[in-house]
């Protein structure tokens, strides 16, 4: 966690994993630490039924995993989670948790399309990336948006943008990129188009969208500086080994042993894939 926490109830053997901000808590003490200084990425769904086994299983605290299965199963507010949650122990004295409704009640009146961009924003971070696709597809269709200017728009094609990078499209990244940059015109969203473009190899792309989006020639230099030491270490990754060692195994012969790790490699991905879509 970062921090020295007392703890006086149980310590979990195995810990709660908060994907969004790739953090382990071991009492119910950390989750109360972890929602105090998160409120403001926090959602419904970060509170689900595995979270509620985990209070059962590891913390022993039948009485509070109980009512988490019935904030759960009714939809209720996070407001009612984070308070059953926190007047669960003795981490925080009353006027931190009122403290803590207040700010959960100025985020509640937060304009809808801020808080649906809260939402995918915390997708994206913790790399679920059709999750955020389709909270960023849901904010672009929805009525707030007529109110939003240019550096809105700009924002959100951005990180659809990384989203699609992250899915390995780097077309329709650079399609996004591209709209970002048009939207908004940070140069960050250009030089992420020019990524997508040197990643695809388009040569003659490149050249135009340089020219066209006023990219000088010392930007050039250092954007293309950057590509390539990126591509150097991404050369000498551990995954990029695997791949290799494995056309390695093909060449000498050994097709059981390549084909067992074929399977393998697929078994894993499909696993992450599953993860990304299940939340």
Same mark, same amino acid.
């Given at each position: 966690?970062?921090?020295?926490?007392?703890?006086?109830?149980?310590?979990?053997?195995?810990?709660?994993?908060?994907?969004?901000?790739?953090?382990?808590?071991?009492?119910?003490?950390? $989750?109360?630490?972890?929602?105090?200084?998160?409120?403001?990425?926090?959602?419904?769904?970060?509170?689900?039924?595995?979270?509620?086994?985990?209070?059962?299983?590891?913390?022993?605290?039948?009485?509070?995993?109980?009512?988490?299965?019935?904030?759960?199963?009714?939809?209720?507010?996070?407001?009612?989670? $984070? $308070?059953?949650?926190?007047?669960?122990?003795?981490?925080?004295?009353?006027?931190?948790?009122? %403290?803590?409704?207040?700010?959960?009640?100025?985020?509640?009146?937060?304009?809808?399309?801020?808080?649906?961009?809260?939402?995918?924003?915390?997708?994206?971070?913790?790399?679920?990336?059709?999750?955020?696709?389709?909270?960023? %597809?849901?904010?672009?269709?929805?009525?707030?948006?007529?109110?939003?200017?240019?550096?809105?728009? %700009?924002?959100?094609?951005?990180?659809?943008?990384?989203?699609?990078?992250?899915?390995?499209?780097?077309?329709?990244?650079?399609?996004?990129?591209?709209?970002?940059?048009?939207?908004?015109?940070?140069?960050?969203?250009?030089?992420?188009?020019?990524?997508?473009?040197?990643?695809?190899?388009?040569?003659?792309?490149? %050249?135009?969208?340089?020219?066209?989006?006023?990219?000088?020639?010392?930007?050039?230099?250092?954007?293309?500086?950057?590509?390539?030491?990126?591509?150097?270490?991404?050369?000498?990754?551990?995954?990029?080994?695997?791949?290799?060692?494995?056309?390695?195994?093909?060449?000498?012969?050994?097709?059981?042993?390549?084909?067992?790790?074929?399977?393998?490699?697929?078994?894993?991905?499909?696993?992450?894939?599953?993860?990304?879509?299940?939340?």
């Amino acid at each position: 966690m970062g921090k020295l926490i007392q703890c006086s109830s149980r310590i979990a053997k195995k810990p709660y994993y908060f994907r969004v901000t790739n953090t382990n808590v071991y009492s119910i003490e950390e $989750v109360c630490y972890y929602i105090y200084n998160n409120i403001d990425i926090m959602q419904e769904e970060f509170f689900n039924h595995s979270f509620a086994i985990w209070l059962r299983e590891e913390l022993g605290m039948e009485d509070t995993a109980r009512k988490m299965e019935n904030l759960v199963n009714g939809h209720n507010s996070l407001k009612d989670i $984070v $308070v059953t949650l926190c007047c669960s122990c003795d981490y925080y004295e009353e006027r931190e948790v009122h %403290g803590l409704i207040k700010v959960m009640d100025e985020i509640q009146n937060f304009p809808v399309r801020k808080k649906q961009k809260i939402k995918a924003d915390n997708y994206l971070r913790c790399n679920l990336y059709e999750k955020a696709l389709e909270e960023y %597809g849901n904010i672009l269709k929805s009525d707030n948006m007529l109110a939003a200017d240019g550096s809105e728009y %700009g924002l959100i094609y951005h990180n659809m943008g990384v989203a699609y990078a992250g899915l390995g499209d780097f077309n329709k990244a650079a399609d996004y990129f591209s709209q970002a940059y048009k939207k908004g015109k940070d140069k960050e969203s250009a030089r992420e188009y020019i990524y997508c473009l040197l990643l695809n190899e388009d040569s003659e792309k490149y %050249g135009l969208v340089c020219s066209q989006f006023d990219i000088t020639e010392e930007e050039r230099d250092i954007i293309k500086k950057d590509f390539d030491e990126i591509d150097k270490l991404n050369a000498s990754s551990k995954a990029v080994g695997k791949i290799s060692r494995l056309r390695e195994t093909l060449k000498s012969g050994y097709l059981e042993e390549y084909y067992n790790k074929v399977e393998d490699y697929i078994k894993c991905w499909k696993n992450e894939y599953r993860e990304q879509i299940s939340v």
